[in-house]
């Protein structure tokens, strides 16, 4: 069964430090995307950044990184110069092809930024 | 295009009433998805539909749920005698394609409080 795991319920981050936020996650299908998404308190979900399991190199967008380690099967977010604006939750998610077209969702991390 | 639109943002309904909710995908994507999100959780996925046609059903869906895509442009989700435990925010996505790199952009949702 797929499965993703965030640990932290929550993160507390100065303005303009890095963060990291957690996310494993499980499948024995060689082919999969592993996705972040932020939902600010509005509701609706912001699509990050996106990894493929073939990808050779880790996703980058913008002040947006994912620390893909395959081996660990884990696919941590990294946010450079967090800003106020950065406060939200977090979802780390996956889609398995061959299981089906839905995102699996972790519970989620909630990030709050402070000056 | 303003992406994807959900309507009503919040309903509130006394147990054992029906209630209807709408989607309107971004107009050129051809799945669309709809997620069910509790509190502190991840979205839950739903039900899909490429096109028309209803393609996956989660065992979520209980009977009391039904989705329609009718010509394949908006949705609709409707939820009959609705049960306290039916309060949730109800997502609704659609993506263009659904290969492993596809990212699926979400509404804003409707928040369905049962009282």
């Known amino acids: 069964a797929q499965k993703i795991t965030q640990t932290q319920p929550g993160m507390f981050v100065q303005e303009k430090e890095a963060v990291t936020l957690d996310c494993t996650y499980d499948t024995s299908d060689p082919s999969y995307g592993l996705f972040w998404y932020k939902q600010p308190s509005s509701g609706e979900m912001i699509f990050l950044i996106y990894q493929g399991s073939y990808d050779q190199q880790n996703a980058t967008e913008g002040r947006y990184s994912l620390n893909f380690q395959k081996a660990r099967k884990s696919a941590n977010l990294v946010i450079s110069a967090s800003q106020l604006g950065d406060s939200a939750m977090y979802f780390c998610a996956m889609r398995v092809p061959g299981a089906g077209t839905a995102l699996i969702f972790g519970k989620g991390t909630t990030l709050s930024v402070s000056s | 295009d303003t992406g994807v639109s959900q309507d009503p943002r919040h309903k509130i309904t006394k147990r054992g009433q029906n209630v209807t909710f709408r989607c309107d995908p971004i107009s050129e994507h051809n799945r669309l998805y709809w997620y069910r999100q509790t509190l502190g959780q991840g979205p839950e996925f739903l039900t899909y539909?490429?096109?028309?046609?209803?393609?996956?059903k989660s065992r979520l869906l209980s009977d009391r749920f039904s989705a329609e895509r009718p010509k394949g442009s908006f949705s609709t989700l409707e939820i009959q005698r609705t049960e306290q435990g039916d309060s949730a925010m109800y997502l609704c996505?659609?993506?263009?394609?659904?290969?492993?790199?596809?990212?699926?952009?979400f509404g804003q949702g409707t928040r369905l409080t049962v009282v």
């Open positions: 996505a659609s993506s263009l394609e659904a290969g492993g790199n596809t990212e699926a952009f």
């Open positions: 539909f490429q096109n028309e046609a209803q393609l996956e």
